[in-house]
Nanobody
Framework: QVQVLESGGGLVQSGDSLRLSCVAP????????IGWFRQAPGKEREVVAG????????WYEDSVKGRFAISRDRAKDIVNLQMNNLKPADTAVYYC??????????????????????WGQGTQVDVSS
């Protein structure tokens, strides 16, 4: 089983930047496409970015295009999410998870069910106006 650890969240002001990181201690991510998800209070968890197994393909949800950048360092086995020009609407708990693949023009899906115990604790991002 792959378990994950997310970090890098915090309280920032609108327009600021944060860099989130995701690792899978003891298991590694290098064999998976990986996605970043977020869940705002009272809302369902949604995917915001994904990166392919090789790192050559990425996907972004429309509201974060041009502001967020997902990357992976296969040597360090870490997946990052650089978030620039943050907005109050970005306030949420951010999670990472393996994906069921990453395909052009197709919203990626998590490999884990919504209620799976494999989801990590996430990292809280709060953006004040």
């Amino acid at each position: 089983q792959v378990q994950v650890l997310e970090s890098g969240g915090g309280l920032v002001q609108s327009g600021d930047s944060l860099r989130l990181s995701c690792v899978a201690p003891g298991h590694g991510f290098n064999n998976y496409a990986i996605g970043w998800f977020r869940q705002a209070p009272g809302k369902e968890r949604e995917v915001v970015a994904g990166i392919s197994y090789s790192g050559t393909m990425t996907w972004y949800e429309d509201s974060v295009k041009g502001r967020f950048a997902i990357s992976r360092d296969r040597a360090k086995d870490i997946v990052n999410l650089q978030m620039n020009n943050l907005k109050p609407a970005d306030t949420a708990v951010y999670y990472c998870a393996p994906l069921l693949g990453l395909y052009p023009d197709s919203q990626p899906r998590a490999a884990w069910e919504r209620d799976s115990i494999l989801w990590g604790q996430g990292t809280q991002v709060d953006v004040s106006s």
